[in-house]
């Protein structure tokens, strides 16, 4: 009787284990196949700042001097980006093959941690499913191709384990699975604040009693309330993103929460039929008793709550990085539908149901997909050329767009680091006065043209753009008034309340602003000009300035000799 009990466990164990063997090669295949074009893709977006920081500075320093930390960013605290970036740098150089490698298995490893935290609620196939649609979804397709949201990806990963390790913990009530659980926390946190959160939904889970999950949430709870502390630490505050100009709209709030649906699985017929599905499966869930609400009303508030500071700048238009944790957890929601659905109703109708949700959710990859590739173009086409260029070039930027600017010339900066011997490299021209100063019998100009798709050479149109730009500029009234502050920076333009208003930021290219803001700046110093463009084309502009927080920290100029006409 025992022998045969115990062969009895060991048989299911050995079962246990070869379906999670046979699991982990099927989502490696469907992380392969969904994503290997990325490891033949360039830099990208933000990845020059990413990797000149990284080699500049240490893991010790952009973890605990602050001074340094906040220098990544002044609106989040995200030392494990810096740490991702460190970490490839070390194993492949700045071959960004790697760093895509990187990416997917990073996927690849939550995709299965999702599967064994399902596999403690559901049915493994159903755990399996749950897992495919994560790695299907619109926002996975972002993560995979935009390195500079390694830190993303490897904070969902600790989430996930996070949440296997707590969840352990209830069943088997051993701290040990706690203090497990808390350890993937504190990894997670350093990586991005929508990860902090999590703490909160812990109280709801559907399982053992409130007694035991608060008891059991006690390591995590330390690890959330030292981060507190921390983040106030660095950012000196505990709450916002980069805009911090004041209260956030309500109506623009709703209209984001509004837009979500649509951003995640398409603003089409399919997207819609989608949704439908997914709200008649959480109704039948609710009918069937099967659906805590409580739980479920905790959840949702987690996942909307990180994005109100999104919403003012940069805005949530796309289902981006901003997205992915909503994208999992809506995966996860569907998966223990699906079990409901086959357990309770049918188990053909819940497979006919899985394949439909994961037909439409494969064809928003493919169109988002494309769309990423051509948003990402301007700045992989910029970050090929310039690393490969010669001091005899100059690059200028689409409008001049301080994004270019900011982010070109940190990766040259990177590369003349890391290089034996350091290779001249085009500067990057900020604006038209500076390109009219250049000599072109000795240089050549290069911008990246959407019409090839390319960097091409365009001096011979340099005289034009230097003609219109001098024809534009008007002495027109303008005032300006400046404060730069610890980590904040506040402005306020006039007089005009159309047009547009431009900040020439650090001498690396134009940032557009809005006429009165504050925004998050973790510099102690702040120069350049301000340009205004009117509606009926022409320009004007301030003097140069310069704001430092230890000497001139705000600064108030204005013009006010308009013509009779105006």
């Not at 996860?332 to 409901?340: D, K, Q």
């Not at 610890?486 to 900040?503: H, M, N, R, T, V």
């Not at 084309?537 to 000497?551: A, E, K, N, Q, V």
Request: aromatic share 14%.
């Amino acid at each position: 009787m025992e022998k045969s009990r115990l062969d009895h466990h060991f048989l299911h164990t050995d079962q246990a284990l070869l379906h999670t063997i046979l699991s982990a090669m099927l989502l490696a295949l469907l992380s392969i196949g969904l994503y290997h074009e990325t490891l033949s893709a360039g830099w990208r977006f933000d990845d020059g700042g990413h990797l000149n920081f990284a080699v500049s500075y240490t893991p010790w320093q952009y973890f605990f001097v602050p001074d340094i930390t906040r220098l990544q960013s002044g609106a989040n605290l995200t030392p494990w980006n810096a740490l991702f970036y460190d970490i490839n740098l070390e194993l492949f150089g700045l071959d960004p093959a790697g760093f895509y490698a990187h990416l997917l298995i990073l996927l690849w490893l939550t995709s299965i941690a999702s599967y064994l935290l399902l596999k403690l609620w559901i049915p493994a196939h159903w755990a399996l499913t749950g897992s495919a649609l994560f790695l299907v979804s619109a926002p996975t397709t972002h993560i995979a191709n935009e390195i500079m949201t390694g830190h993303y990806a490897s904070g969902l990963l600790f989430t996930v384990i996070a949440l296997y390790g707590y969840t352990r913990a209830i069943h088997d009530q051993r701290f040990s699975w706690a203090f497990f659980s808390a350890f993937f926390y504190l990894l997670a946190v350093t990586c991005k604040e929508i990860y902090v959160p999590l703490i909160a939904i812990l109280p709801f889970l559907p399982a053992g009693t409130l007694k035991t999950r608060l008891r059991l949430a006690l390591p995590l709870i330390c690890v959330a309330s030292a981060y507190l502390l921390w983040r106030f630490h660095v950012l000196g505050r505990l709450f916002g993103g980069y805009n911090l100009g004041g209260q956030f709209d309500p109506i623009l709030i709703l209209d984001m929460f509004g837009s979500l649906p649509s951003l995640l699985s398409g603003d089409h017929l399919f997207g819609s039929l989608a949704w439908f599905i997914i709200l008649t499966l959480i109704f039948y869930g609710l009918y069937r008793q099967k659906i805590n609400v409580i739980t479920s009303i905790a959840a949702m508030a987690i996942l909307l709550f990180p994005l109100i500071p999104l919403v003012n700048y940069p805005g949530v238009t796309a289902p981006d990085r901003y997205l992915f944790l909503i994208a999992w957890a809506t995966a996860m929601l569907l998966a223990y539908l699906l079990a409901i659905v086959a357990s309770q109703l049918s188990n053909s109708v819940a497979w006919c149901i899985a394949f439909i949700l994961t037909g439409i959710s494969l064809n928003h990859h493919n169109d988002e997909h494309k769309r990423l590739l051509e948003l990402a173009d301007p700045t992989e086409k910029s970050y090929e050329f310039m690393l490969n260029s010669n001091g005899g070039q100059f690059y200028i930027a689409p409008n001049f767009d301080n994004y270019f600017g900011a982010v070109l010339p940190e990766a040259v900066a990177a590369q003349q680091k890391l290089s034996r011997h350091p290779v001249q490299r085009a500067p990057l021209i900020p604006d038209i006065e500076q390109l009219a100063a250049l000599d072109l019998s000795h240089a050549s100009v290069w911008r990246y043209e959407r019409h090839c798709r390319c960097v091409e050479n365009v001096s011979s149109i340099v005289p034009g753009l230097v003609e219109d730009y001098k024809h534009k500029l008007k002495e027109r009234a303008l005032t300006v008034h400046l404060r730069l502050q610890p980590l904040k920076a506040e402005w306020e333009f006039g007089p005009y309340q159309d047009g547009e208003y431009a900040i020439m930021l650090n001498n690396q290219g134009y940032f557009t602003l809005p006429r009165m803001g504050a925004h998050s700046y973790p510099r102690q110093s702040l120069e350049g000009y301000i340009l205004y463009k009117s509606p009926e084309g022409w320009l004007t502009r301030s003097p140069h300035f310069h704001l430092d927080l230890s000497t001139q920290s705000e600064w108030q100029w204005s013009r006010s000799d308009l013509p009779p006409s105006l």
